[in-house]
């Protein structure tokens, strides 16, 4: 049982190994638990991320317009303490409630950047310049199915890529044991035994992101709610009239 595995995924897992090296378990930890969060939890957690992004972008720009206004005010202290500790609080909080109110913009970005980079990547081949075009409209069209089934494209692209991270953690943590049990039972080199568990605890870790994200418990109607109640007796009826 062996194949032949590509130079270019060769060396992306030549590369992902020195830098686990560089990084160390407690890193490949961290990288596991955001990767699962983002797995199992994406949707719930979507609207934060988006709101968390417009934080920092907005208390990035608060920062660039506290030194527009150190600037022009003569490097005045107090003014320019006032203008970094207001400008960028200030900017942060704007740009986390726009982004949370642009949410619909992001999916349909999302959306346009997957189908428009998956078309543009098999295209790629045998680019011509007419191809663009195709890239542009399969990007729209998925921007707008993105939007139609928004939390199946939430969940889908939340699980992808959050089992992609977790995975990726795992193997750097089981890197050289992983090698060397592939070497033994397959006869693998590292490179071969790495891919095949990256791509298998990948695919596992999705499609149970994907299965515990979509299920949604019914809910119970009002009636199932109410407690029940048992008929009134004539007797009991006479009584309260």
Not at 85 to 95: D, E, K, R
Not at 206 to 215: R, V
């Amino acid at each position: 049982m062996n194949f032949a595995l590509p130079d270019s995924f060769t060396s992306l897992l030549h590369d992902y190994m020195r830098l686990v090296e560089r990084t160390g378990p407690v890193a490949q930890a961290i990288v596991i638990g955001v990767g699962l969060l983002y797995c199992f939890a994406g949707f719930r957690i979507y609207k934060f991320l988006i709101a968390l992004a417009g934080l920092v972008v907005g208390g990035a720009v608060g920062v660039l317009i506290a030194g527009v206004i150190t600037h022009y005010s003569h490097q005045d202290q107090t003014t320019s303490l006032v203008a970094f500790i207001a400008a960028p609080l200030i900017c942060a909080i704007l740009g986390a409630w726009l982004a949370t109110l642009l949410e619909i913009i992001a999916v349909f970005c999302q959306g346009l950047l997957v189908g428009g980079g998956l078309t543009a990547l098999y295209l790629s081949r045998e680019w011509r310049d007419s191809d663009a075009l195709w890239v542009a409209l399969v990007g729209i069209a998925s921007g707008l199915l993105a939007l139609w089934l928004r939390k199946l494209f939430i969940v889908v692209t939340t699980a992808l890529g959050g089992g992609l991270v977790a995975a990726l953690g795992l193997l750097g943590l089981t890197c050289r044991p992983l090698a060397e049990w592939g070497a033994r039972m397959f006869q693998w080199n590292q490179y071969q035994t790495w891919f095949t568990v990256l791509a298998a605890a990948w695919a596992l870790l999705a499609a149970l992101g994907i299965i515990i994200q979509y299920h949604k418990p019914a809910k119970r109607s009002a009636e199932e709610k109410a407690p029940a109640t048992e008929p009134e007796t004539p007797a009991a009826a006479e009584t309260k009239s």
